[in-house]
């Protein structure tokens, strides 16, 4: 199979990834039939995508939305030379963000009712 990764985790746990080929440049090789060794650990290699999600957190949580739940979604692409990127869709960057917002109750006979309980 092409583009084989192996990632090492911090407890030495061994995770193989597969990637996707780019049509150009250089290309990381493995030796012998087994895929390419990551020069990072696994978690290493999503640290920055840990960074990029905190950060889009922070930018929406804060300011005059105050959402009540902020879902992210990340394409994420892992590759033995720099790890984890943000994969793109289609011709842009991916990354989806949902924002949601319970509705206040609304007080009424049967709420006061169940709040005298």
């Keep these: 199979m092409d583009g084989l990764t192996q990632f090492t985790t911090e407890s030495g ?3 193989v990834v597969e990637g ?3 049509e150009s440049g250089a290309r990381l090789v493995s030796r012998g039939n087994g ?3 990551a020069a990072r ?3 290493g290699s999503l640290e920055g995508v840990r960074a990029a999600a905190e950060s889009a957190l922070r930018v929406f949580r804060d300011g005059s ?3 009540d739940a902020v879902e ?3 394409g994420v692409k892992l590759t033995a030379e720099a790890g984890a990127v943000i994969a793109k869709g289609s011709a842009e ?3 989806v963000v949902k924002l949601s917002w319970a509705p206040e109750p609304v007080p009424g006979p049967d709420r006061e ?3 005298r309980r």
């Design 41 to 43: 650990t696994f978690e």
């Design 20 to 22: 996707v080929e780019d």
């Design 13 to 15: 746990a061994m995770v």
């Design 72 to 74: 992210l979604e990340f």
């Design 35 to 37: 895929p390419a060794q």
């Design 113 to 115: 009712v169940a709040d």
């Design 65 to 67: 939305l105050k959402p």
């Design 93 to 95: 960057g991916h990354l």
